[in-house]
């Protein structure tokens, strides 16, 4: 015990006062008058009887007030450790991981039974939670002391198709840490896969009053093969002309040969053998498949002997159908962009579009549901009927590519996209004669795979209002370049000038080929993600709430969603292998293959040395050594020093009250 004040001590001279008021009190008799003293013998009366204590309990309660009164002034502490928890409670959790890789032989079986006896040592009056670990933290029961719950929620908690993250799990721990407000025990049961380590060893940090028990159920590191990616198209129009290539590892393996099988619709379309390096890859390619109209379920297999056979095979889908009409609406005589559109439409497309042209004027009698997108090249003056179509058809999940040029520079506002033509930007020719494009987004499908569109000279461009677009490329004047709107369940873009070789030389150069196809893609909807998605992927279900109806069929031909979600939610999450049936709000159809993280599959166990600091047993040693040269935590008591005095003035108070209705009866 210590005191925070010392100086107060000093007031402890004052306890002298009641002992001076109690021992000191004098003798008083009233005098009486008295002939003659001079036959009484003169003697020394004795005063031990007046220097007598009276009222003991009085003076020991005024005596005690006193000395509360200074201890608290001198604001008293005791020491107790860090971490020190009234009652020594501790949160117990119970991490079990039940990601992909646990499915290797009874590893999952083997992490339930060590979960089990974590929680009979459980100490009774501690509180516990069981988590099961995966791509995120699922919390199988709330903090509570039911041990029968407990072990239910350990039981239940199944093998899934996810990849697993010690470093949300560490997120996790902190949370809970600062929730709880106790110290937390928690104890990770998994096969420490090197790959669920997070790239910074800092997202492993572990509050301060959080211990970390590891629990291994793997023995070593395992070889394993597995078909690690599969590069298709998404659309396929040739069956003859298709290009398939997987891509074979050996995950810690040694060299060897592996058979590798392409299947489509459950038929076998080819077989190849490879050599797979030790620890390395390899590729297989496949031209032409047998593929059937409309979209077909395919994988690749291996032969392979190790324990993981579910990364052995790899999902992808892909739809065989006729080239898609595009429209290309233009200005009468206005031929020129059509001219170079076309030409990089069809090298670039192999076959996947089919051209049509009409005059802005002849378009309004057409239907444009057939169409798998519309180009507006640099229009002034649409019919009413065509417009208003447009819109409708826009909505419904059709695209839009507007080129903007001198002609749309006479309207207000641009078709469909709806916001205001401000002025067109043509070049100087006194100073800097043409323009070039400046910043970009290339993180867009658009423009991945066309680079930065360098040298290309830009010489008009019409300056359009983004509103509520997202600008996807600008010109080095800060003139948006590239535009791209949602309306409804479609999409419109906007080139801020024109496919001829007049207002820029765009089509002379290499970046315009690839543009035009990943554009026309992009519009049509295809292409915009791969063949495949990994586990815990989000696929778009519709642009707006409430927005038309969507069903979604999982793997096992269930319906993934209630009447209420399949009405309000905008994406869905895949948590399963295998293939998605997904009908979108905006009236397409689409099968969507799901794949395990091929990280998984790389069942080398993390360093011995990592796991450890992990669990911070050199932090620990260090922390005490530091803890016996370091001053231990205070926590102050004057609070309850002076609530006992308080208590003390009452009973002070009660027996200086008795004393005084007794002392007239003593005179």
């Not at 209420?564 to 869905?572: D, E, L, V």
Request: charged share 25%.
């Amino acid at each position: 015990m210590g005191f925070f004040a010392p100086w107060f001590l000093a007031g402890l001279a004052a306890l002298g006062l009641p002992v001076y008021l109690h021992l000191l009190r004098q003798h008083k008799t009233t005098p009486k008058q008295f002939a003659s003293l001079m036959f009484f013998e003169q003697r020394t009366q004795s005063s031990i009887k007046h220097r007598r204590l009276k009222y003991i309990a009085l003076m020991c309660a005024r005596l005690l007030l006193l000395l509360l009164l200074v201890l608290a002034f001198a604001s008293p502490f005791i020491k107790r450790p860090p971490g020190f928890v009234a009652g020594g409670q501790k949160l117990l959790v119970v991490a079990v991981d039940n990601s992909y890789s646990m499915r290797l032989g009874d590893r999952l079986t083997r992490a339930k039974s060590e979960a089990a006896k974590v929680l009979a040592g459980r100490g009774g009056r501690d509180q516990a939670q069981v988590l099961a670990i995966g791509s995120s933290v699922h919390a199988m029961t709330q903090t509570i002391t039911d041990g029968n719950e407990l072990r239910a929620a350990v039981e239940a908690i199944q093998a899934s198709d996810s990849r697993s993250s010690y470093g949300e799990f560490a997120r996790a721990l902190r949370a809970l840490e600062q929730s709880a407000r106790m110290p937390v025990e928690a104890h990770l049961i998994s096969d420490m896969q090197k790959s669920s380590l997070p790239p910074a060893f800092v997202d492993l940090r572990l509050g301060d009053k959080t211990k970390l028990v590891l629990h291994s159920v793997a023995d070593k590191s395992l070889p394993n093969y597995a078909v690690e990616s599969v590069t298709a198209p998404r659309s396929v129009f040739d069956p003859k002309k298709a290009r398939i290539q997987a891509t074979i590892s050996g995950f810690g393996a040694p060299a060897a040969k592996r058979t590798v099988t392409l299947l489509v619709n459950g038929k076998s379309s080819g077989s190849k053998t490879v050599d797979v390096p030790e620890n390395g890859r390899a590729t297989a390619e496949f031209v032409g498949i047998d593929a059937n109209y409309g979209f077909n379920r395919a994988e690749v297999r291996i032969d392979s002997a190790d324990t993981l056979a579910g990364d052995d095979t790899f999902y992808f889908s892909l739809e065989r159908s006729d080239p898609r009409p595009v429209l290309f609406v233009h200005e009468g005589r206005q031929t020129r962009g059509l001219l170079y559109y076309k030409a990089a439409l069809e090298s670039a497309g192999e076959g996947a579009f089919l051209m049509e042209s009409v005059p802005a004027e002849q378009a309004g009698a057409l239907a444009l549901q057939k169409y798998g997108f519309v180009v507006l090249s640099d229009v002034g003056v649409l019919p009413n009927t065509f417009e208003e179509a447009l819109k409708g058809y826009v909505r419904a999940g059709g695209a839009v590519l507007v080129a903007a040029g001198p002609a749309s520079a006479g309207r207000q506002k641009l078709p469909v996209y709806e916001e205001a033509v401000n002025e067109t930007r043509y070049a100087s020719r006194a100073a800097e004669r043409f323009l070039v494009a400046g910043s970009m987004d290339l993180t867009h499908p658009v423009l991945r795979a066309t680079g930065r569109w360098e040298n290309v000279k830009f010489y008009q461009a019409t300056k359009v209002d983004p509103g509520q677009g997202r600008v996807l490329a600008r010109l080095g004047d800060d003139t948006p370049l590239l535009l791209e709107k949602r309306v409804g369940e479609g999409r419109v873009m906007v080139f801020t000038s024109t496919f001829d070789n007049i207002s820029n030389d765009f089509p002379l150069r290499p970046s315009f080929v690839p543009f035009v196809e990943q554009s026309a893609r992009y519009l049509l909807g295809s292409e915009v993600r791969p063949s495949s998605l990994p586990v815990d992927s989000y696929v778009e279900l519709r642009a707006e709430k409430g927005v038309g109806t969507v069903e979604v069929l999982d793997p096992k031909g269930k319906r993934a969603m209630d009447l209420k979600q399949a009405a309000a939610a905008q994406s869905f999450l895949v948590t399963e292998t295998g293939y998605y049936d997904i009908g979108r709000a905006n009236g397409r159809h689409e099968l969507v293959a799901v794949n395990a993280d091929r990280k998984e599959s790389d069942l080398t166990l993390a360093p011995e040395e990592t796991l450890t600091l992990w669990q911070g047993s050199e932090k620990q040693h260090q922390a005490e050594a530091a803890a016996q040269a370091e001053e231990e935590q205070k926590q102050s008591v004057w609070w309850y020093v002076l609530l006992a005095a308080c208590l003390l003035i009452v009973a002070e108070s009660l027996l200086a009250n008795r004393y005084l209705t007794e002392a007239p009866g003593e005179a």
